[in-house]
């Protein structure tokens, strides 16, 4: 903030129209260079790591390559497995954007995909696919939104820790899943994995013409550019926006911070139930263990990485689709242990949050006048 | 089998609050060390991991569990040393630094302990508090861990020295107000830093507990967010070092409930008494977020709680 006590002079250059532009293109290109130089970094580092374990980086990475963009086939899998990433990193940009981090994305994504199973279970072979699928996705996204809505309850009503609550909410929705799956709702006809009733080839989601990927990519890329909308363009992102920045401020201006909490909770909590839903309908036709594939602590990396933008989510999630899928061939030409994703993606995660200490620090991007304006 | 079922769950579920507690309150002292400092560490649950499969490897290729135990420490002490370094540095947010610190954790213990999943270790021993009673059930339920001794030791040890001595003040002091720690001359950083590493310790030697006696076999879903319960308790005991030990009990009960039912018979909804642990915690924090008394206790500088 500029002082008012201090001379004109130091202030107006940044009302300046080419100034004003000039920052913005610095700024910006400061907030796409430190992630980059993050990424660059955990790769070194990982390529230590395998070369402390005798294995070849240069193998790792074309590997990696291969298995998630080489050929048409991969990069298929690959933007398959990004249209949940996509969801369940929304599921953190929003709350990220009102100040909050909520990381119940799996949990969401474990309860939304199980209520869309359990409800279609009456409804297959009754109703037309298409309604069965509307009222699947209806209830995949509501049940999300609750289950998420309580974590951001929490926060407003009694000042309830949003992070842990919305972690232990994941593993109360894991085991809730257990419960029906390996109980009431469970499959006999299936003995080998406790499942629900399948819902049937008929009742899947297809595929997008010509492609081999299912419609939750192009559900997950407009939901992303349509949240973006909403935290820009509209009333209630500028409202959001403030509360995340300032509550007090917010809360003097006469907002309502816990409305907007409790809201962006919910929508977390729906992007992550839609992902759900398109893992039932799209991949799994049923609810079962499966679910539980770590997407959702995936989708904490991207949003992170993607600094909580929902545009930028789109490549993000695609690359890390891409390691995704490539960590079977790489398990398998490499002799490493399937957790290899995991700890590239925790090294990642640990080297991104300290690149944040970055910002600020290189002369390039800083626009004279503007130092203090953050 | 002459005892009435009840009897039974209730030995049960002390039984199972005497072997399932260590964990909760290795993780919750640790968690309790870093946050009266002012900082808060979310990765041990992660730290509980890596320390599970430090101790159990180590023991195998020792044969020695005290040395697995000690390897666990060391591991956790590593963990929390690069989370209180990282956290140091300047627009770091220990929240999320700790998320990666669980993931990274989880990570890297798997990564090398999918080696250990099959070879059997040499365990901890125990002793039991029931035997002077000659009745082997008693006996059986009353069976005592050496690391539950150490752990309320370090309980009481803590406790003490956060009232008593200059070293307890200087951390107290930091975590309600680093600038007056600063006017202090004390470095707020380095007591930090220390609380995070003798806390990630902590952690560590907890999940040497997992792997070397209770559940006493390492494999990847050997805890399923205790380390976060802990984390959680450490607000219900109102960074209280004994409290921590009581919470820890109060958990190890909750944990025990299933399974003493399903001894009895009781089989229905063992996948609720799955959940129950986590619906506890999250009633806890519930309870304890508006409580005065727990405001009145919160370390200044905690931002957990803002």
Request: contains cysteine.
């Given at each position: ?58 193998e790792f990475f074309s590997l990696v390559e291969r298995g998630g ?287 944040e200490t970055l910002y600020g620090r290189f002369s390039f991007f ?9 | ?85 990282i956290c140091k540095l300047p627009r770091v947010n220990d929240i ?211």
């Amino acid at each position: 903030m500029a002082d008012v006590s201090e001379p004109l002079g130091a202030v107006l250059p940044i009302l300046d129209a080419k100034s004003d532009l000039s920052v913005r293109v610095r700024r910006g290109a400061e907030y796409i260079a430190i992630p980059l130089i993050a990424l660059a970094v955990s790769g070194l580092l990982f390529s230590v790591f395998l070369l402390a374990l005798g294995k070849s980086p240069a193998e790792f990475f074309s590997l990696v390559e291969r298995g998630g963009f080489g050929t048409a086939f991969s990069l298929q899998n690959t933007l398959q497995r990004s249209a949940p990433l996509i969801m369940t990193a929304l599921a953190v940009a929003v709350p990220a954007r009102v100040g909050l981090i909520m990381i119940g994305g799996e949990g969401a994504l474990v309860i939304g995909g199980f209520a869309a199973a359990a409800i279609a279970i009456p409804l297959v072979g009754r109703a037309p696919p298409l309604t069965t699928l509307i009222i699947m996705a209806i209830t995949g996204v509501a049940v999300g939104a609750c289950w998420v809505g309580i974590a951001g309850f929490l926060r407003y009503a009694r000042g309830v820790n949003e992070t842990i609550s919305s972690l232990l909410l994941t593993y109360i929705g894991i085991a809730i899943m257990n419960f029906f799956v390996e109980g009431s709702l469970r499959d006999l006809t299936n003995p080998n994995k406790p499942s629900t009733k399948p819902i049937g080839e008929a009742y899947m989601v297809g595929k997008m013409p010509g492609t081999d990927i299912h419609w939750g990519l192009a559900a997950g890329v407009l939901l992303a550019i349509a949240l973006q909308i909403l935290l820009s363009r509209t009333t209630f992102g500028f409202a959001v926006r403030i509360a995340g920045g300032n509550p007090r401020a917010a809360l003097a201006q006469g907002l309502s911070v816990g409305k907007l909490i409790v809201i962006c909770a919910m929508i977390a909590g729906a992007c992550a139930g839609l992902a759900g839903f398109f893992e039932v309908a799209a991949i799994q036709g049923r609810a079962n263990a499966s679910l539980v594939a770590g997407y959702g602590f995936t989708g904490i990396l991207v949003s992170f990485l993607a600094r909580h933008n929902p545009i930028a989510i789109i490549p993000v999630a695609i690359l890390f689709g891409g390691i995704v899928a490539s960590g079977g061939l790489v398990q398998r030409r490499m002799d490493l242990p399937d957790a290899t994703v995991l700890v590239l993606q925790g090294l990642t995660f640990l080297v991104l949050l300290t690149s944040e200490t970055l910002y600020g620090r290189f002369s390039f991007f800083r626009v004279s006048g503007t130092e203090d304006r953050t | 089998m002459s005892q009435a079922p009840a009897v039974i769950v209730l030995l049960a579920v002390i039984g199972g609050a005497l072997r399932v507690s260590t964990p909760f309150m290795f993780v919750a002292l640790g968690e309790c060390l870093t946050e009266k400092s002012g900082r808060v560490n979310l990765g041990l649950e992660g730290t509980l991991v890596l320390g599970a499969m430090c101790a159990y490897a180590t023991s195998f290729h020792t044969g020695s569990p005290w040395l697995g135990v000690l390897a666990a420490g060391g591991a956790g002490a590593t963990l929390g040393a690069m989370h209180g370094y990282i956290c140091k540095l300047p627009r770091v947010n220990d929240i999320a630094i700790g998320i990666a610190m669980m993931l990274f954790g989880t990570g890297i213990a798997f990564f090398f302990g999918k080696a250990y999943i099959q070879p059997s270790a040499p365990r901890l021993g125990s002793f039991s508090l029931g035997a002077w009673t000659g009745n082997s059930q008693i006996a059986t339920a009353l069976q005592i861990n050496p690391l539950l001794v150490i752990g309320v030791g370090v309980a009481a040890l803590m406790a003490w020295a956060f009232a008593n001595t200059r070293w307890g003040l200087i951390v107290r002091t930091t975590g309600d107000s680093a600038a007056a720690a600063r006017a202090m001359g004390i470095s707020v950083d380095l007591v930090r830093f220390l609380a995070t590493t003798i806390g990630g310790f902590l952690a560590g030697v907890g999940g040497a507990f997992l792997s070397l006696y209770y559940p006493g076999s390492w494999n990847q879903g050997l805890s399923s967010g205790q380390g976060l319960m802990a984390v959680a308790l450490v607000i219900f005991a109102r960074w209280n070092p004994l409290r921590c030990v009581l919470a820890a009990l109060l958990f190890g009960a909750a944990g025990a409930i299933g399974p003493a039912l399903q001894s009895v018979g009781i089989t229905q909804g063992y996948y609720f008494f799955n959940a129950a642990p986590y619906i506890l915690t999250l009633l806890i924090m519930v309870a304890s977020a508006g409580s005065k008394q727990a405001m009145r206790a919160v370390p200044g500088e905690l931002s957990i709680t803002k």
